[in-house]
């Protein structure tokens, strides 16, 4: 870590994989901004930190998918901090739990693609222009299987996750030469709120997000590709 430690904004800090990310990158010394919707969550996460480590990270509430709601995020995180380096894309909803695609809502279709894709994206785009004049910055993106195969009964959240892995490889061949990386991370099946939901009747063991972290931590360091992180090819090698 530089003397002037870098920014790291986290997007779904409060729950699950998110709260893990931002336990473990404020002991590595990054300096964090923490997003949610929910303020409850996300303050309790931001007073652990700073009891654990005495550093206050930035606590901002509010919903990704809401242009509003990202351009203040951002404009207040860089009065804040003057400079982002990491974005990590991590929250996302599942919609209803398991229903095939016949049943399926067309307001959870669209609400999980609004928070799942749009969501992403206008975090990405808002936070791109200070990384590219900075002239570096990375951009993590949390994907699953499920981007890669349709699952029965998953719905929109699969297609979600579909629409995303193309996102970030658009993006990653639109910066190539930009000193901004793109990053997708499949972490594996978790043991979280959003797991219970997509699998109510799990009778198998599920891994932990801690498990998860050095995928992140893999690709912080990486030069360049690859593009995609999997917790399962990771395990096989
Ligand atoms: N759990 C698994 O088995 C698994 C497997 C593969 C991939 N993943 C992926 O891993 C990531 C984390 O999942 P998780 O299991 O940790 O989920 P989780 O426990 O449900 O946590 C999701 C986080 O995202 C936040 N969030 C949701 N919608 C938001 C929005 N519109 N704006 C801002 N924040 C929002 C939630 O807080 P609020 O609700 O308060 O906003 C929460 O902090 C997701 O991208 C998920 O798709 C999970």
Redesign the pocket.
């Known amino acids: 870590m530089t003397e002037q430690a870098n920014v790291m904004m986290i997007?779904?800090?409060?729950?699950?994989?998110?709260r893990q990310l931002a336990l473990h990158f404020s002991q590595k010394g990054y300096r964090l901004v923490l997003?949610?919707?929910?303020e409850k969550?996300?303050k309790a996460v931001g007073e652990e930190i700073q009891l654990r480590s005495g550093k206050e990270p930035l606590v901002l509430q509010?919903?990704?998918?809401q242009e509003e709601d990202v351009e203040r995020i951002v404009s207040v995180a860089l009065a804040h901090y003057h400079r982002i380096d990491v974005l990590i894309n991590?929250?996302?909803?599942f919609g209803p739990g398991p229903s095939v695609l016949l049943d399926y809502p067309t307001d959870s279709f669209s609400d999980v693609l609004l928070?799942n894709v749009v969501?992403p994206f206008l975090m990405t785009r808002q936070v791109l222009p200070t990384m590219l004049a900075q002239g570096s910055g990375v951009v993590l993106t949390?994907?699953?299987e499920a981007g890669q195969t349709g699952f029965a009964e998953w719905g929109a959240y699969g297609i979600s996750?579909f629409a995303v892995e193309g996102m970030i490889q658009t993006w990653a061949d639109e910066l190539e030469e930009s000193g901004v990386r793109m990053h997708l991370i499949?972490?594996?099946?978790?043991d979280?709120?959003?797991?219970a939901i997509a699998v109510p009747d799990c009778d198998y063991p599920l891994a932990r997000?801690a498990d998860a972290i050095p995928l992140f931590e893999r690709a912080l360091h990486l030069e360049k590709s690859p593009l995609r992180i999997a917790a399962s090819e990771e395990e096989s090698e």
């Open positions: 997007i779904g800090a409060s729950k699950g994989l998110g997003v949610a919707r929910g969550n996300l509010g919903d990704m998918s991590n929250a996302s909803v928070t969501g949390v994907t699953s996750k499949d972490p594996g099946e978790m979280t709120e959003m797991h997000p």
